[in-house]
């Protein structure tokens, strides 16, 4: 038996796996997000542990004997956040996350340091990022970046909980801005452009391979064996990968979750920088991606379901009955709720509804916000075009795969054909199991085994007419981009 702990943004979701790759159960815990000051987003990482114990009481009444039998657990998480250890392995601060925007500046900052950033890390510096973070504590908190000794992500402070190592894998590590991407190790420049060393990174071992196991009092208190193996695991992006066997180059899927993800796998290191596709490692070796990022997507649903009061399930039905006028004469949204990244790489980019009128009810507000959310996808899968990557199918994971009518919307705006898995919903929670069952077997060949797509659940074919009638909106849909006021234009962060 395999566990996967996925420690996303508004929640901890685990998911118990058998030796066959068979879901047996799933569990979660809620999170919540702080934000004292406007752009800035923050957790208590100890919110993080806390509502990990809950989810794995919850998942071991459901299946107690085989939660018994764990041999290996896996790791996913929120890609770039910063927890901040000092002495004693203490928590400093709030770990800040991946979708704060307060390090605008320090973006520039650390461009103009480090001039080979690009070729290096492959990624355009944004605020997101984990190494223009510490440069605002520098500037901004300079006790705590003096008393620093370590920074982790968020899942492997985790791991620090469970195991009491300090450790990372490349797919997490590749979104820092502090790793030689190509390499798979840690670039000193880059470090040194922030005013660190490598004493303050963790060691890095490969997403299937163990990095250590349980202490005795983590496992006394869970019920398991102090002799589970924890896998190096991965960022939520590379674990859903492997979750849903995107493992091969040409692989990949869209992520309907808090951000949206477009993912494709790579042979080789394959950055494009100038139209803000991040090109990270895999979790397996000798593999790397592409993807396109925008920070607003099924969050954008939750939002507005909460500003109407409709539980999602209701409104989606609303909108699946809309007839084809009602669509064509939707207003148009932009999903810019937190800035974006991938095409525009542009934190002071807002949300936006578009041609409201009288006649439009909830339904076609709803309707505008799932379109607005595909047309980011549009633009990412664009940006990916640029990149020189091509696809012909993409799997669709996350909470917001659950929906048939947003996944045949999706496959006829990218005019690609998008799939469904069996336990696609879990999102990184599956690859992070499947991890934990590579590091925890020996035998040859149990890549392909062990990472092999899932049963498929559904599959959408783009419907050419529909296709050609979201194309105008769709130009519309840039245009009032292009055409908003502008704002902060001398802080525009490079590349912008």
């Given at each position: 038996m395999y566990l996967g702990i996925d420690l996303g943004t508004s929640e901890v979701k685990i998911v118990l796996m058998d030796q066959a790759g068979k879901l047996l159960a799933d569990a979660g815990s809620a999170l919540t997000v702080s934000r004292p000051?406007?752009?800035?987003?923050?957790?208590?990482?100890?919110?993080?542990?806390?509502?990990?114990?809950?989810?794995?009481?919850?998942?071991?009444?459901?299946?107690?004997?085989?939660?018994?039998?764990?041999?290996?657990?896996?790791?996913?998480?929120?890609?770039?956040?910063?927890?901040?250890?000092?002495?004693?392995?203490?928590?400093?601060?709030?770990?800040?996350?991946?979708?704060?925007?307060?390090?605008?500046?320090?973006?520039?900052?650390?461009?103009?340091?480090?001039?080979?950033?690009?070729?290096?890390?492959?990624n355009l510096a944004m605020p997101g990022f984990t190494a223009p973070k510490l440069l605002w504590l520098a500037h901004h908190e300079p006790d705590v970046f003096a008393a620093m000794q370590m920074v982790l992500l968020p899942k492997d402070w985790l791991r620090l909980k469970l195991t009491g190592n300090k450790v990372s894998e490349p797919s997490d590590a590749a979104g820092t801005l502090w790793l030689d991407v190509a390499k798979r190790d840690w670039s000193d420049e880059l470090l040194t452009a922030t005013g660190m060393r490598r004493s303050?990174?963790?060691?890095?071992?490969?997403?299937?391979?163990?990095?250590?196991?349980?202490?005795?009092?983590?496992?006394?208190?869970?019920?398991?064996?102090?002799?589970?193996?924890?896998?190096?695991?991965?960022?939520?992006?590379?674990?859903?990968?492997?979750g849903i066997g995107a493992v091969n180059p040409g692989d990949g899927f869209v992520s309907l979750g808090t951000s949206g993800v477009l993912f494709v796998v790579n042979d080789r290191f394959r950055p494009n920088p100038?139209?803000?596709?991040?090109?990270?490692?895999?979790?397996?070796?000798?593999?790397?991606?592409?993807?396109?990022?925008?920070?607003?997507?099924?969050?954008?649903?939750?939002?507005?379901?909460?500003l109407v009061s409709v539980d999602e399930a209701t409104l989606l039905n609303e909108i699946a009955e809309l007839d084809s006028a009602a669509l064509e004469n939707a207003p148009l949204f932009l999903p810019y709720l937190s800035g974006e990244r991938t095409p525009h790489n542009d934190p002071y980019a807002q949300g936006v509804f578009h041609g409201l009128s009288h006649a439009h009810g909830r339904a076609a507000l709803g309707y505008a916000v799932i379109e607005g959310v595909t047309?980011?996808?549009?633009?990412?899968?664009?940006?990916?075009?640029?990149?020189?990557?091509?696809?012909?199918?993409?799997?669709?994971?996350?909470?917001?795969?659950?929906?048939?009518?947003?996944?045949?919307?999706?496959?006829?705006?990218?005019?690609?054909?998008?799939?469904?898995?069996?336990?696609?919903?879990?999102?990184?929670?599956?690859?992070?199991?499947?991890?934990?069952?590579?590091?925890?077997?020996?035998?040859?060949?149990?890549?392909?085994?062990?990472?092999?797509?899932?049963?498929?659940?559904?599959?959408?074919?783009?419907?050419?007419?529909?296709?050609?009638?979201?194309?105008?909106?769709?130009a519309a849909y840039r245009e009032i981009y292009r055409c908003r006021p502008e704002r902060n234009a001398d802080a525009a962060l490079p590349g912008h």
């Amino acid at each position: 038996m395999y566990l996967g702990i996925d420690l996303g943004t508004s929640e901890v979701k685990i998911v118990l796996m058998d030796q066959a790759g068979k879901l047996l159960a799933d569990a979660g815990s809620a999170l919540t997000v702080s934000r004292p000051q406007p752009r800035w987003s923050e957790q208590d990482p100890e919110q993080w542990w806390q509502a990990t114990g809950e989810a794995i009481a919850k998942l071991r009444a459901k299946a107690p004997a085989e939660f018994r039998a764990v041999r290996a657990i896996g790791l996913s998480g929120q890609m770039h956040g910063a927890v901040v250890l000092g002495a004693q392995d203490r928590v400093l601060r709030p770990a800040i996350l991946w979708n704060d925007l307060r390090s605008i500046s320090e973006c520039v900052e650390l461009t103009e340091r480090a001039p080979q950033l690009h070729q290096i890390a492959g990624n355009l510096a944004m605020p997101g990022f984990t190494a223009p973070k510490l440069l605002w504590l520098a500037h901004h908190e300079p006790d705590v970046f003096a008393a620093m000794q370590m920074v982790l992500l968020p899942k492997d402070w985790l791991r620090l909980k469970l195991t009491g190592n300090k450790v990372s894998e490349p797919s997490d590590a590749a979104g820092t801005l502090w790793l030689d991407v190509a390499k798979r190790d840690w670039s000193d420049e880059l470090l040194t452009a922030t005013g660190m060393r490598r004493s303050h990174m963790p060691r890095l071992v490969e997403g299937g391979e163990s990095s250590g196991t349980l202490l005795p009092e983590v496992a006394s208190a869970w019920g398991l064996s102090p002799e589970v193996i924890v896998a190096g695991g991965g960022g939520d992006g590379a674990a859903s990968a492997v979750g849903i066997g995107a493992v091969n180059p040409g692989d990949g899927f869209v992520s309907l979750g808090t951000s949206g993800v477009l993912f494709v796998v790579n042979d080789r290191f394959r950055p494009n920088p100038a139209q803000a596709v991040h090109a990270f490692c895999h979790a397996l070796p000798g593999r790397w991606h592409q993807m396109s990022v925008m920070l607003s997507a099924a969050s954008c649903l939750r939002w507005f379901c909460r500003l109407v009061s409709v539980d999602e399930a209701t409104l989606l039905n609303e909108i699946a009955e809309l007839d084809s006028a009602a669509l064509e004469n939707a207003p148009l949204f932009l999903p810019y709720l937190s800035g974006e990244r991938t095409p525009h790489n542009d934190p002071y980019a807002q949300g936006v509804f578009h041609g409201l009128s009288h006649a439009h009810g909830r339904a076609a507000l709803g309707y505008a916000v799932i379109e607005g959310v595909t047309f980011g996808m549009a633009d990412g899968l664009a940006a990916l075009h640029t990149a020189g990557t091509e696809v012909t199918e993409l799997s669709l994971v996350g909470g917001g795969s659950r929906s048939p009518y947003w996944a045949q919307l999706i496959a006829d705006a990218l005019n690609v054909r998008m799939v469904t898995h069996v336990g696609s919903e879990t999102g990184g929670a599956l690859g992070a199991a499947r991890l934990a069952w590579l590091a925890a077997n020996d035998q040859p060949g149990k890549e392909a085994v062990i990472c092999a797509k899932p049963p498929l659940r559904e599959a959408f074919t783009p419907n050419a007419q529909r296709h050609a009638a979201l194309q105008p909106r769709l130009a519309a849909y840039r245009e009032i981009y292009r055409c908003r006021p502008e704002r902060n234009a001398d802080a525009a962060l490079p590349g912008h």
